[in-house]
């Protein structure tokens, strides 16, 4: 039942399967669907092809170049690079794919409820967003970074979240203004649907596409973030491992051993190029004015 | 436009009293005594710890802290490190170079990302297009620790082109390379926004009727379609200029600059609040002040928006 409200009061040009369609009609999008698919299976397998593990020493190779025997080299204490990036891509991959989604969670409530309710609500919704959006938010993502850090991956996509909804929520709240005042939504309103339930059942999902794409190219974003975070050694504490960590440790020799650096950081420009192709195909297959819908 | 100017200023001040206070309160809420952590492993006795507290005024509640602060930056006095420099010194060493810093960076992204976006937007589908958009997109993805450590490599390292670091030698020549690493990815932001707003309007009724009334291919481009399709993109630019100012440390710890993302790293590793403080609240007014600018700017580009 709820499906068929959803198809029936939004998306007008057609369902899930047109949008897939057209998002696979771009070649972009083709290469960064297979890429991203490649990226994940690597992540979810690839460690477990290796017979070494991220932790343990190999105490005949000290910072070796890549060899046979360790596909991406090993670092200083002996410990095998390739199995290191795959599991810290697992990290930087569960990172990305909790704060990427919940940003644009937080967004689509905030925005929804202040555009919707307009009114006191809207006016602190609106000073909410204005006050969020001049916080330094990286400066307080550093702030907050040990804490986080030490607490574990889960809390670091938090803080990311946390601090990366506004400009959605921004866009968010003006698409519900306007939505607020169709037939639809009138209709529902007089029927006597409760508040809650109009906003989950026509409001949000008509802004779906907007929400879809945002939390899309949220995750390659979030694990960015993260790599810089790594990088400026606020990132997660050890033991824990991730693209930002080894980036970390990396970019210290990245002259005299430039594969502990090289292979992390190529991992990540792979892993969030393919993500933003995605969603960049995504927005251009869900938005009727970009015009290259139909291409 | 006075009364609008005025109405936006007033919206500006919960903002700034609410970030200020969120900004208080997250540094007052840190983990660790910076108190106890100066004497080390040694220790702080007691009693000096007790004369410490009350001279930082960190024996009185939350609230009264953030009004007593709010009260110095009001006049003038942003208080003294645990080491004994004033803050104000650090500020006014520091904010002028990442300022020049973000300001050149601005011009970069602007001049190169509007030029390349134009081009794109009037060739749109074309061969340049699409290898400007996979440009844009790859910058947009390598993250910028990696794009200033291989500019630094070849074009400081091994061509000798320009200066591998600032240090204390801040000109435009040493400020040049990590502008354009700061600004890279507003870069193809730039492009990618100035492209998709000058196809648009390159089918607008207005353009049409310019071309129509026989006005050359140029002045059409530039005056009718390039004027159109800046206001999108001059917004961005705004807001822009607070994001580079308030993102530059991984730039700045690249290049060796001890601007605001330097200072405010060291700051935040020490615990030192007071410098934490006032150097996010000057960020904060500095996004306030570049989001007034752009609505000034908006009036100006836009002859449709009238502000009653």
Not at chain 1, 219 to 224: K, R
Not at chain 2, 16 to 23: E, N, P
Not at chain 2, 113 to 137: E, H, M, N, Q
């Amino acid at each position: 039942m709820a499906v068929t409200d959803l198809t029936a009061t939004s998306a007008p040009r057609s369902g899930a399967p047109g949008v897939l369609r057209r998002t696979f009609r771009a070649p972009r999008a083709r290469v960064g669907v297979a890429v991203l698919a490649l990226v994940v299976l690597a992540a979810v397998l690839g460690p477990v092809l290796s017979r070494w593990d991220p932790f343990t020493s190999d105490v005949t190779a000290f910072g070796r170049p890549p060899t046979a025997l360790h596909w991406f080299g090993t670092d200083s204490s002996g410990r095998d690079l390739y199995v290191r990036t795959l599991v810290g891509l697992r990290t930087s991959l569960a990172v990305g794919l909790v704060a990427g989604p919940l940003s644009t969670l937080i967004a689509a409530v905030v925005g929804a409820v202040g555009g919707y309710l307009g009114g006191r609500v809207d006016r602190v919704v609106v000073w909410g967003i204005d006050l969020a959006l001049v916080l330094p938010s990286f400066y307080l993502l550093v702030l907050l970074a040990p804490t986080a850090g030490r607490a574990g991956w889960f809390a670091v996509a938090l803080a990311i979240a946390l601090l990366g909804w506004m400009v959605m929520a921004r866009l968010v709240r003006a698409q519900a203004r306007s939505l607020r005042r169709r037939d639809f939504v009138t209709a529902a309103r007089f029927l006597g649907v409760p508040t809650g339930a109009v906003l989950r059942r026509h409001v949000l999902p008509h802004l779906a596409s907007l929400l879809v794409v945002d939390a899309t190219l949220g995750v390659a974003a979030t694990v960015l973030t993260e790599a810089t975070l790594g990088w400026v050694g606020l990132g997660l504490g050890p033991p824990a491992v991730s693209l930002g960590t080894l980036l970390a440790a990396g970019s210290a020799s990245a002259v005299t051993r430039p594969w502990l650096f090289w292979f992390p950081a190529g991992l990540l420009v792979v892993t969030v190029l393919a993500t933003s192709l995605v969603g960049d195909a995504l927005r251009d297959a869900l938005d009727p004015t970009t015009g290259t819908a139909g291409e | 436009m006075a009364r609008y100017l005025g109405r936006r200023l007033l919206q500006a001040i919960p903002v700034f009293f609410g970030a200020t206070l969120l900004i208080y309160f997250m540094v007052f809420s840190l983990p660790g005594d910076p108190v106890l952590a100066l004497g080390g492993d040694k220790g702080v006795s007691d009693a000096l710890a007790a004369q410490l507290r009350s001279k930082y005024n960190l024996d009185k509640p939350f609230l009264v802290q953030y009004v007593l602060y709010l009260k110095g930056i009001f006049t003038g006095n942003f208080g003294v490190t645990f080491s004994g420099r004033p803050v104000g010194e650090l500020l006014a060493h520091a904010y002028p170079i990442t300022f020049k810093l973000a300001i050149m960076a601005l011009v970069f992204e602007g001049v190169f990302g509007i030029g390349a976006g134009l081009l794109a937007g009037l060739r749109k589908g074309k061969l340049f297009d699409s290898t400007l958009l996979v440009v844009s997109l790859v910058v947009i993805a390598v993250p910028t620790f990696v794009i200033g450590f291989v500019l630094q490599f070849f074009v400081g390292v091994k061509w000798h082109l320009l200066p591998v670091s600032v240090g204390s030698d801040v000109s435009f020549r040493t400020l040049l390379m990590p502008a354009i690493v700061l600004g890279a990815v507003s870069f193809a932001y730039v492009l990618r926004l100035t492209r998709t707003s000058v196809f648009e309007n390159l089918t607008a009724d207005f353009v049409r009727t310019a071309t129509a009334k026989g006005l050359s291919r140029p002045r059409v481009v530039m005056v009718h379609v390039l004027r159109n399709s800046l206001i999108p993109v001059v917004t961005f630019l705004g807001s822009d200029l607070g994001s580079l100012m308030g993102g530059a440390i991984v730039t700045e710890g690249i290049f060796n600059i001890s601007g605001v993302g330097g200072t405010l790293y060291q700051a935040i590793r020490q615990g030192s609040a007071p410098t934490i403080v006032s150097f996010t609240t000057i960020l904060v007014i500095v996004f306030i002040a570049a989001n007034l600018i752009v609505d000034l700017l908006y009036a100006a580009l836009d002859p449709r928006i009238r502000y009653a």
